[in-house]
């Protein structure tokens, strides 16, 4: 992976047993001396926000678990211009193992702790034990069920549900990548992105973000303590203003869209 010599920390894993990830993620396949044959060839890695830890079109040597923090996926346009195209959290995989390189760049939203493999290593491995070939299978599949919720939040959806799209994933993803049990129905977080890489991420301007976020404060969806830190109070309320579920009747619904008073 690209930047190593820039990172805080590379050192060797502390015991897989201990591990945030070895319940939930990739590892979760596996157990006795196939974690073992894992752990060997796995390496601990703290990448800084806003670094990058790989670029479009670099050699894939290295797979990785996120183990906590946020990264970005970016791509490049042939005139240069760069759109974040996806975020990824803690337990998802990253990287493509059928690919001989990087399709797109990934950076650290905020620090970012990763347990990271050796490309040849890692594919025998796949290939010598099946449920773990078999999760990444799933969490690809997942992977594409996402990309394609995302097309019909950008493609179909008023400014307004995007936006509520997007602080509803956040959400929905906060209450399992935190250190301690929240209420039921209830998220904090820090947002990853600024303002303006939520604007980019969603295709809308930078005022029309700002003026959405400002809506969904006022109809009491969300809670603001700082300019990135998001309290969602009732996620279901905010699910059905999305338009990603049918908690609502179209009554209640209209009443969350209508104009503030």
């Not at 990739?26 to 196939?34: D, F, K, M, N, V």
């Not at 250190?179 to 005022?207: C, K, M």
């Not at 049918?246 to 869209?257: C, I, P, T, V």
Request: proline share 5%.
């Amino acid at each position: 992976m690209a930047g190593q010599p820039n990172d805080r920390a590379y050192a060797p894993p502390a015991r897989c047993e201990m591990c945030v990830a070895r319940y939930r993620a990739l590892c979760s396949t596996l157990s006795g001396e196939q974690l073992d044959r894992l752990a060997n060839m796995g390496r601990r890695r703290t990448v800084p926000a806003n670094q990058y830890i790989f670029r479009d079109g670099d050699e894939a040597l290295y797979f990785a678990s996120i183990l906590s923090g946020v990264v970005k996926l970016i791509k490049t346009t042939a005139d240069g211009e760069q759109h974040i195209i996806g975020l990824m959290y803690a337990q998802d995989f990253l990287g493509h193992t059928f690919g001989k390189s990087h399709r797109f760049s990934a950076a650290a939203a905020t620090e970012v702790e990763l347990c990271t493999f050796p490309r040849a290593p890692f594919v025998r491995l796949l290939d010598d034990y099946p449920p773990m070939e078999r999760w990444l299978f799933e969490f690809t599949v997942r992977e594409l069920d996402h990309c394609r919720d995302w097309t019909l939040t950008l493609g179909r959806k008023s400014s307004y549900e995007r936006v509520a799209s997007l602080l509803l994933i956040i959400a929905r993803r906060a209450r399992y990548t935190g250190n301690g049990p929240l209420p039921r129905n209830y998220a904090q977080f820090e947002l990853p992105l600024t303002r303006s890489e939520l604007a980019d991420y969603l295709g809308l301007t930078l005022e029309t973000v700002s003026r959405m976020v400002g809506k969904l404060k006022r109809k009491g969806l969300i809670e603001l303590r700082s300019t990135r830190e998001v309290i969602v109070p009732d996620i279901g309320l905010l699910a059905a203003v999305a338009s990603m579920d049918g908690s609502l009747d179209a009554e209640g619904r209209q009443k969350l869209l209508e104009p503030h008073e």
